[in-house]
C-alpha cells in the first residue's frame, strides 16, 4: 500500500515537472523570448532618450529587392506559427485537450464573430485611449504600424501579420497557458494573472503604456476565456484590433497624426 502511494506521489511529481518544462519551452520558443527581447529594448531606449522622443517601428522592410522582402515576409509569418503547432501538440499528447477543448475551431460562427466585434469595438476605443495618455504622459513611444513597401502585396502581408500575432498570442495565452496551469492547480485570478502580465511584457518595447494596456487587455480576454471556454471570439477581436492598426496606419496613419 505504502509502495502504491509512493509511486503515485512519483508519478505526480514528474507530471507537474512535465507541465511546467513544456510551458518553458514553448513559451522560450516564442512569447516568453519576445518579453526578454521586449524588457532589454525598452531598458535601451530609456537609456538612451525620453520615450517621447522615439519612436516604434513595426512590420518593418526584410530586404530592400521586393522578391526576398515578399519572400522573408511570408516565411517570417510562417515560422512564427510553428510554436503554436507545437503547443496543440504537447497539449494533446500531454493532457489529451485539442484545439475543439479550447475552442479554436468553427462550430460556432456566429456567436465567436459577434463576440469578437464586440471586444474589438470595446478595447479599440481602450488602446486608443492609453496610446493617447501614454503619449501625452511621455511614457509611451510612437508607433509606426506599416512599414512595407508600395507593393500590390503590402495590405494582404500586412492581414497576414494581423492572423499571426492574433493565433500566436491568444491560442498561446489562452488556451495553452489556461490548459497547463490549470493542472497544475493555479487558481482562476491566478491564471488570469500570470496570463496578462506575459502579455504586457513583450508589448514593454512600444513603452510602458502599451505594456499597462496589453495587460488590461489581458485581464478582459483571460476573464472572457475563463467563462466561455473559447479561443475563436479572442482571436478574432485580436485580429481586427492589428488588421485596422496595420492597414489603417498604411492608408491614412500619417495622414492623420497617428504615430507623430
Known amino acids: 500500500m505504502i509502495e502504491n502511494v509512493n509511486a503515485e506521489q512519483i508519478e505526480q511529481k514528474a507530471t507537474r515537472k512535465t507541465f511546467g518544462f513544456e ?17 532589454l529594448s525598452f531598458a535601451d531606449k530609456v537609456t538612451r532618450a525620453p520615450l517621447r522622443e522615439q519612436t516604434t517601428s513595426l512590420n518593418n522592410q526584410l530586404s530592400t529587392r521586393e522578391f526576398f522582402d515578399f519572400s522573408y515576409q511570408l516565411l517570417d509569418i510562417i515560422f512564427a506559427l510553428v510554436p503554436v503547432v507545437l503547443a496543440l501538440y504537447l ?3 500531454t493532457t489529451g485537450r485539442t484545439i475543439r477543448d479550447i475552442g479554436f475551431d468553427i462550430r460556432k460562427p456566429g456567436k465567436d464573430a459577434l463576440l469578437g466585434a464586440g471586444l474589438f469595438l470595446a478595447m479599440g476605443v481602450g488602446t486608443l485611449g492609453v496610446y493617447a495618455a501614454g503619449r501625452a504622459l511621455g511614457i509611451t513611444t510612437a508607433l509606426s504600424a506599416a512599414n512595407l513597401g508600395d507593393y500590390w502585396w503590402s495590405v494582404p502581408v500586412l492581414l497576414l501579420s494581423a492572423v499571426r500575432h492574433a493565433v500566436l498570442e491568444e491560442v498561446l495565452m489562452l488556451g495553452f497557458l489556461f490548459t497547463y496551469t490549470r493542472k497544475l492547480k493555479m487558481g482562476p485570478w491566478s491564471i488570469i494573472i500570470l496570463s496578462a502580465v506575459i502579455r504586457g511584457s513583450y508589448h514593454l518595447y ?10 488590461l487587455m489581458g485581464v478582459v480576454f483571460g476573464w472572457i476565456y475563463q467563462k466561455y471556454g473559447r479561443v475563436m471570439p479572442l482571436v478574432i477581436a485580436h485580429f481586427l484590433l492589428d488588421a485596422i492598426g496595420f492597414v489603417g ?3 491614412i ?8
Request: charged share 5%; net charge positive.
Open 23 to 39: 510551458i518553458v519551452l514553448v513559451l522560450a520558443l516564442s512569447l516568453g523570448q519576445s518579453a526578454v527581447y521586449s524588457l
Open 91 to 93: 497539449m494533446k499528447r
Open 206 to 215: 512600444q513603452g510602458a503604456g502599451p505594456m499597462i494596456g496589453n495587460m
Open 249 to 251: 496606419y498604411a492608408l
Open 253 to 260: 496613419g500619417p495622414a492623420i497624426g497617428i504615430g507623430q
